[in-house]
């Protein structure tokens, strides 16, 4: 009745053609009855696919008289049976098919194929300081592998409030590369999205990094004032300033903006009144006096650019037991003047005792002078 045994119901017996159906059937009782345990005969497999609800035999995957390669596919099942496995859990690249991870016969998650046996090789964020990172498993779920996202991060960084605001709304993942292609990065550079900046320090004055001011998590300043931020890491000239006014607001003399900053103005622009007659060579203000706090330090004296040996005349008097001689540049000088006091009145607070010297002369230098001839 049964054969040859191709009929499209039985095309599996071509594996057990050697086998005699008494081996498996009763011939006396219904099929469903007599039908053998596969496991008498195949007791070498240690199947572990737990199918409590189904008849916990191998039929229920393979069918008496099909070949094992014809046994549903696993999706066949769990797409209504628990546990239920989305489409989505298989994809190219590796995951193409659950037998990927699974044996066939050793279905349980224990015996699963680890994903380090794949992925050995790949960058993890901070892998060297978070342990945790280095588990697959805190971040993918094993049947939804791609879904790890946000999610993943703030299940654990859920302290860490961020409002820097991206175009994705994805924060963790834009700024932080879950597989860095080095396993040292740990974020991605600024100048990577915001691309005006052709680096990390293209901008105020190319000498700092853009977190120098911007905290990564709390990337928007607009909460500052200028004169806070700039205090952040400018606090000496700052202490500096307070001494003067109109020194004590940065934009007054740095113009431009935090990101491009244009260089400190000219002091003539609002010391012009002083610069005007100055004499040559004191025509830069920053070369005696300090810009932020405006004092002359006590390093700074005429002689820093003025070699006293190198002074014409009566310049290199020295000075005698009764007073400082001619060494005293501010006795006859106003550094922001090019007048010199020179009138006999002047000489006279120095040189009293010889008042009666030459009394009709009005100047002394008339005859004493202070410069080659």
């Given amino acids: 009745c049964h054969g040859p045994f191709d009929t499209p119901t039985h095309t599996g017996l071509a594996v057990h053609n050697s086998i005699a159906c008494a081996s498996c059937h009763h011939p006396h009782k219904p099929t469903a009855e007599t039908v053998e345990a596969c496991t008498d005969c195949h007791s070498g497999l240690n199947v572990q696919h737990g199918r409590a609800e189904k008849s916990g035999t191998c039929a229920d995957c393979h069918g008496g008289h099909k070949l094992a390669a014809e046994a549903p596919a696993c999706m066949q099942c769990h797409q209504s049976e628990r546990p239920r496995i989305p489409k989505t859990a298989t994809f190219g690249g590796g995951h193409d098919t659950c037998a990927d991870c699974h044996q066939a016969h050793s279905f349980s998650a224990s015996s699963a194929t680890r994903c380090e046996s794949c992925h050995e090789r790949k960058a993890v964020l901070a892998q060297r300081t978070a342990p945790e990172h280095r588990d697959c498993s805190s971040c993918h779920e094993p049947h939804a592998v791609r879904s790890a996202g946000d999610r993943s991060c703030k299940g654990c960084h859920e302290d860490v409030a961020s409002t820097h605001l991206v175009e994705s709304k ?44 911007h905290q990564p998590h709390g990337f928007d300043l607009s909460g500052l004032t200028q004169q806070a931020l700039c205090n952040e890491c400018h606090a000496k000239q700052a202490r500096l300033t307070r001494r003067i006014e109109d020194h004590s607001a940065c934009q007054s003399c740095h113009e431009g903006t ?105 100047r002394c230098t008339g005859c004493h002078t202070f410069i080659k001839r």
Wanted: proline share 6%; aromatic share 0%; with cysteine.
């Fill in 170 to 213: 994805a924060d963790c993942i834009s700024c932080h590369d879950p597989h860095p292609k080095r396993a040292s990065q740990v974020a991605m550079q600024c100048s990577q999205c915001h691309e005006e900046a052709q680096s990390e320090r293209a901008f105020h004055a190319r000498k700092t990094v853009c977190t120098d001011c």
């Fill in 258 to 362: 935090a990101h491009a900053l244009s260089g400190p103005v000219a002091c003539a622009s609002c010391h012009d009144d002083i610069l005007a007659g100055s004499p040559d060579g004191h025509q830069e203000c920053t070369s005696c006096h300090e810009p932020h706090g405006g004092g002359v330090g006590s390093a700074t004296t005429c002689t820093s650019c003025h070699e006293a040996t190198d002074l014409p005349g009566l310049h290199r008097i020295p000075a005698d037991p009764r007073s400082q001689g001619h060494s005293d540049c501010a006795a006859c000088h106003n550094v922001h003047s090019s007048t010199v006091r020179a009138d006999r009145a002047s000489c006279m607070e120095c040189h009293d005792n010889i008042a009666n010297h030459e009394p009709e002369a009005t």
